[in-house]
């Protein structure tokens, strides 16, 4: 069992670049692939970022590819979304979702592949 909590949206400019951060809690994270979705207005989730448990593999979705890098610091059960060059299509909930490194890793775009999931954080995004 392992509890996730989003942290650094807000409200920026186009443009602008925010760093969010995943924080896990109540077990060791270092055995854990980690992917970042977000959830626009009115649509389903998106994925938009993967990293593997060592950090070894990450696989981006095509819009976000050269703006978002993701990262992890497993000493500090933390892993990272930097966004940058930030359009207002951006603009949504951003979801921190996590589960146990294994062969599905080949499937990480897909929501079921994760248990874990924090509450979100919100990226509002002005033209």
């Known amino acids: 069992q392992v509890q996730l909590e989003e942290s650094g949206g807000g409200l920026v400019q186009a443009g602008d670049s925010l760093r969010l951060s995943c924080e896990a809690s109540?077990?060791?994270?270092?055995?854990?692939?980690v992917a970042w979705f977000r959830q626009a207005p009115g649509k389903e989730h998106e994925f938009q970022a993967f990293?593997?448990?060592?950090?070894?593999?990450?696989f981006y979705r095509d819009s976000v590819k050269g703006r978002f890098t993701i990262s992890r610091d497993n000493a500090k059960n933390t892993v990272f979304l930097q966004m940058n060059s930030l359009k207002p299509e951006d603009t949504a909930i951003y979801y921190c979702?996590?589960?146990?490194?294994?062969?599905?890793?080949?499937?990480?775009?897909?929501?079921?592949?994760?248990?874990?999931w924090g509450q979100g954080t919100q990226v509002t995004v002005s033209s």
């Open positions: 979702a996590a589960d146990r490194a294994g062969f599905s890793d080949q499937l990480y775009w897909r929501r079921d592949e994760y248990e874990y």
């Open positions: 990293i593997s448990w060592d950090g070894f593999r990450t």
């Open positions: 109540g077990s060791p994270f270092n055995d854990y692939k």
